[in-house]
């Protein structure tokens, strides 16, 4: 990002809840503010975009990350191009490269392109910037209802409330225009009094979980404790587990289910201790035109975010895809903003989109 953030743009803040993300007018012109997630939970400091080029360094390095958001990103992305006057299609093309997994961020581009298109070259700016804050009250809305069905879904799964919920990377507010996906239901649960625990995974090797979703449960004042990825197994085996809740990234029409790597072995886990596994996610996250989970790209990252982080000797080669992939045999329901799909089917997807 070095090059396109003044020292000046790098602004702290510590009061209340921070945005994720927000689009700003000052004087000088149109800006996309991101709240600097490689930052948190330590530092609360704001990343001001002012081109693409910025936004795409942001998104590559996770400053702003996790599926609704990116599509956010993606759609303000061409509103700031398009307002700066640089060449949308060509800013479009970068934004929806930027990361190949989670489908959100090419749905967020792609309507935001087709909105300029529409609009022609003088009107394009306002209509995608309208797209793009459209998109965002659409998330919000989808982050309530996710939570509402969610809710719904565990009252009928596990009665008796009081759940302990194991999750992994992070989904609330800081992926979403609203409370975000699994941890929208979760935070919903907790505000009615009924989470006994939130298990929250470390999610190695970047620490969404440790950081991101730790800094939100913590402010919600949730009762809830940190395990490293590698110790769910005994979890589950102490029956501490009632029920799994992650989000998505991208779920193919047959169901299966990209998401932060390490959630397919939670899913195995979850399985064989007879644990239900939910999966809650938007339907902008469900892509009927990719067939099945062999089907999805999975973004590989660099090593050294897995070697540097002891470090290994030098020379050491890692491993380091972003994200696996669960069967949608091992996936008890699907939970979207248009209602549950259990047993997960390609029938009952396609009909909870609508399609
Ligand atoms: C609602 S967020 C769902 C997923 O995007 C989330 O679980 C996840 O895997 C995020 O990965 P990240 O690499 O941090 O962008």
Redesign the pocket.
Known sequence: MGDHLAQSDVRPENNGAIPALRWEEPPEGPVLVLLDQTRLPHEEVELVCTDVQALVGAIRS?AV????L?GLAGAYGVALAAARGYDVEDAAELLARA?PT?VNLEYGVRRAVAAYREAGVERGPAAVLAEAKALHAEDAAASTAMAGHGAGLLGELLPGGGYRILT????GAL??GGE???LAVVSGLHRAGELRRLWVDETRP?L?GARLTAYEAARAGMPYTLLADTAAGSLFAAGEVDVVL????RIAADGATA??VGTYPLAVLARHHGVPFVVV?PVTTVDLATPDGASIEVEQRPGSEVTDLAPSPLGTQAYNP??DVTPPDLITAIVTENGVVSPVTPEGLASICGK
């Open positions: 996770l990350r996790g599926a609704p990116l990361r989670a992994h990377c992070n989904t992926v979403s975000g996906t699994a970047l969404q992650v989000g998505a990234d998401n932060k996610a972003a994200f």
